[in-house]
């Protein structure tokens, strides 16, 4: 599937605005997500291991924190996960 | 919005003038007569006359929207100009507000416009929203996103026509509606500074506030209007660089601390603080554990002949534009290449203003580095400072 990266986190996925990984739950693809991209990691979650409030994931079109499952949705090839962090530019 | 459209009672007679301007106006069903006498009106805030304010304004303006309210402090800078377009070469300098009102007022001399020459504060917020029916919000900080927020909810669902920017991409909704969700159910806390690089140090194309403030304006008039289907609970995601537009859910937030069933948040709080933003006293000598040096003081130490290693921290186009002939390594390779800088070294960190620079100081003391200082305002601070023939950026 496809994992869209916004503009002000490209620079630590190796400058790509899309990143493809093989996986079958939402967790597992930003597992595998920053498993490529390590640097994403701290960007994306708290110390805790959460993810970070200023941080959403869509899963097509939809919030995850809405999902039913969650995080543990299962996800096909065809599906997307986009990744909008808060921007406040305006300038 | 359904209060705005109830509203028919004694709306505003249009003269002959004003008939022959609004004609392409009138003679669209979705507006006629009506609608326009709504217009006229109306009455809309605009927080912020840069980038995103300028089409908007323009627009609102043009469109005969009654009553606008216009909030501003700054001046004009020619760095403004590649894309606040209400602003002209002649008004750098100028207070903004004053600017832009005068180009409203040539552009239609029917509207009102309301100077607010303030910066927007919890302490004034609530009683400036409150002869207001909409407000856009075109700020370009993260405490101002929720203070506009706050303040929309908290004065009975004044609705927020959104937008913001980032590089080449922009992001629109309307907010705060009586049944929608606001920008605390889509973004419940904001970044930590510095996470997330303003226009001034990430850089924005200069067209793309014109793209979005042209869809605030939009969402404004539709909303005055009553018609069409509004951005409410829909976020709006424009990337310029591939020209692709996306549209995603947003929900109310029943546990919303401002909006949802039980309010935890509900009086205007001190957003700067909220935000993480410590009040900035005289240049720290520290930042969260970094030591801090002005370029004034780095200069003194490298005239004396003081064994320094300075390294920049920018994107190698922002090192075409100016340097002072430091290495590069770019913030987001850093973590990659620190086998190639001398942990038992000085190292003075470098990026455009001090932000990259300062997380990047954060980055190499975690990884061990013993003696890494920031230049606290960057390469712009020494052009000030110490050799003002560099450019700025």
Redesign the interface.
């Known amino acids: 599937m496809k994992i869209f990266i916004p503009t002000p986190l490209r620079e630590y996925a190796d400058k790509q605005d899309a990143v493809q990984v093989k996986a079958q739950t939402v967790s597992d693809a930003l597992d595998q997500l920053t498993t490529q991209h390590p640097n994403l990691k701290r960007h994306l979650y708290s110390e805790e291991g959460k993810l970070r409030a200023f941080v959403n994931v869509y899963l097509n079109d939809e919030d995850v924190r809405y999902l039913p499952e969650k995080e543990a949705t299962t996800v096909s090839e065809t599906d997307s996960l986009s990744i909008i962090p808060s921007i406040a530019g305006g300038c | 919005m359904a209060t705005l459209a109830e509203e028919t009672v004694a709306l505003p007679q249009l003269d002959n003038a004003e008939i022959a301007r609004y004609s392409r106006h009138l003679i669209l069903p979705e507006v006629g007569l009506e609608g326009q006498q709504k217009l006229k009106a109306a009455k809309v805030l605009c927080v912020?006359t840069?980038?995103?304010?300028a089409p908007l304004l323009y627009y609102l303006a043009a469109a005969g929207v009654g009553t606008i309210g216009l909030i501003d402090f700054d001046v004009v800078d020619e760095s403004?100009l590649h894309r606040?377009i209400i602003h002209t070469t002649a008004d750098v300098g100028r207070p903004k507000i004053d600017s832009a009102a005068d180009k409203l007022k040539a552009l239609n001399p029917h509207v009102k416009i309301v100077k607010h020459e303030t910066m927007l504060t919890s302490a004034n917020a609530l009683e400036i929203i409150k002869d207001y029916d909409i407000v856009a919000?075109?700020?370009?900080?993260?405490p101002t996103?929720y203070l506009v927020n706050d303040a929309c909810v908290m004065s009975g669902n004044k609705p927020n026509a959104y937008?913001?920017?980032?590089?080449?991409?922009g992001?629109a909704s309307v907010f705060a509606t009586k049944d929608g969700p606001c920008y605390r159910c889509?973004?419940?806390?904001?970044?930590p500074p510095g996470?997330?690089?303003?226009?001034?140090e990430?850089g924005?194309l200069g067209i793309l506030?014109g793209l979005l403030g042209v869809i605030q304006a939009t969402e404004v008039v539709k909303l005055i209007l009553g018609k069409g289907e509004p951005l409410i609970g829909r976020?709006l995601?424009a990337d310029a660089l591939?020209t692709k537009f996306?549209?995603?859910?947003?929900?109310k937030n029943p546990d919303c601390p401002v909006c949802g069933t039980h309010p935890t948040i509900t009086k205007l709080i001190d957003y700067q603080q909220f935000c993480g933003i410590v009040p900035e006293e005289k240049p720290a000598a520290m930042q969260n554990g970094i030591p801090q040096i002005s370029p004034l003081e780095l200069k003194r130490r490298l005239d004396a002949g003081e064994d320094v290693f300075i390294l920049d921290v920018r994107e190698p186009h922002e090192y075409q534009i100016v340097n002072i002939g430091a290495p590069l390594i770019?913030?987001?390779e850093l973590?990659?290449r620190l086998g190639e800088l001398d942990p038992n070294r000085e190292i003075v960190i470098h990026c455009k203003t001090g932000g990259r620079s300062q997380r990047a100081a954060e980055l190499l003391k975690q990884s061990g580095f013993k003696n890494v200082v920031n230049l606290a305002g960057g390469i712009t601070g020494w052009a000030t400072d110490v050799d003002p023939k560099l450019p700025k950026y």
């Open positions: 912020g840069g980038g995103l304010g403004n606040q919000d075109g700020t370009d900080n993260f996103r937008a913001s920017i980032f590089r080449f991409e992001q889509l973004y419940p806390e904001p970044p996470l997330v690089p303003s226009c001034a990430g924005v506030p976020l995601l591939n996306r549209e995603l859910k947003l929900r770019p913030l987001g973590p990659n």
